[in-house]
């Protein structure tokens, strides 16, 4: 099983420089989020994503955007990319059935996008 | 805001000892999950325990197992017979039971198993 794929794995922007990180899944889950991973800080969520069709902002939203056109896949993009934007993303899912607390609350992790921008 | 604290930046353990890693959290509501993550050296986030705020008793999963205080908002992972597979950042992330909160995680305890 294929799991949470992130591509890429590694990238290395100029400042000003715009990308997208993909992230798809194969479990048919309905949650989607993008974390970000810094030394010290832990975590972060930047956007999630509840459903197709559905955005929702996270912590740290600035200089982000994203997009889930389609259930298995969510897009994080970088218009202008900063220096502060050098991290490790992580993308994850989980099912979420509240109603029924199914697995409730457990991610699915990426292997993490490494982005370093000069 | 729910906020999680790891109070413990690092710790060591010597193999076969048990270590506890601690964890507190601030919420206001009476519903939630708890868990603890694992993230080894490869990078890889991997679910290492769960507790749910109804359930009194504590969860175990072999090796590891929590203690729950929920008056304190407490929530402390054990890990006994420490291997050196258990080397890792751990964190501590918390679910709220409203809405469509997702998970926040803890700054991370980074545990070196010695031989």
């Known amino acids: 099983n294929a799991g949470v794929t992130q591509t890429p794995k590694f990238r290395v922007l100029k400042t000003g420089q715009s990308m997208t990180l993909l992230c798809a899944q194969d479990?048919?889950?309905?949650?989607m989020y993008w974390y970000r991973q810094d030394p010290g800080m832990g975590l972060r969520l930047i956007h999630y994503?509840?459903?197709?069709?559905?955005?929702a902002k996270g912590e740290v939203p600035d200089g982000y955007n994203v997009s889930r056109l389609k259930k298995q896949n969510f897009l994080l993009g970088l218009e202008s990319a900063a220096p502060s934007q050098t991290s490790v993303y992580f993308c994850?899912?989980?099912?979420?059935?509240?109603?029924?607390?199914?697995?409730?609350?457990?991610?699915?992790f990426g292997e993490g996008s490494r982005l370093t921008v000069l | 805001a729910q906020t999680v604290t790891q109070s413990q930046p690092e710790m060591s353990v010597q193999e076969a000892e048990t270590v506890t890693l601690s964890c507190t959290y601030d919420?206001?509501?009476?519903?939630?999950?708890l868990f603890w993550y694992k993230q080894p050296p490869s990078r890889q986030m991997i679910l290492v325990i769960r507790q749910e705020a109804y359930k009194q008793q504590n969860a175990t999963e072999n090796r590891f197992s929590v203690n729950f205080q929920k008056a304190a908002k407490s929530f402390s992972l054990k890990i006994s017979d420490s291997q050196l597979g258990d080397t890792a950042m751990y964190f501590c992330a918390f679910m709220g039971d409203s809405g469509n909160t997702p998970l926040v995680f803890g700054k991370g305890t980074r545990l070196s198993v010695i031989a």
């Open positions: 479990m048919n889950h309905e949650y």
């Open positions: 919420t206001s509501e009476n519903n939630y999950y």
């Open positions: 994503s509840v459903g197709e069709g559905t955005t």
């Open positions: 994850a899912s989980s099912y979420e059935d509240r109603g029924r607390w199914i697995r409730a609350g457990e991610l699915f």
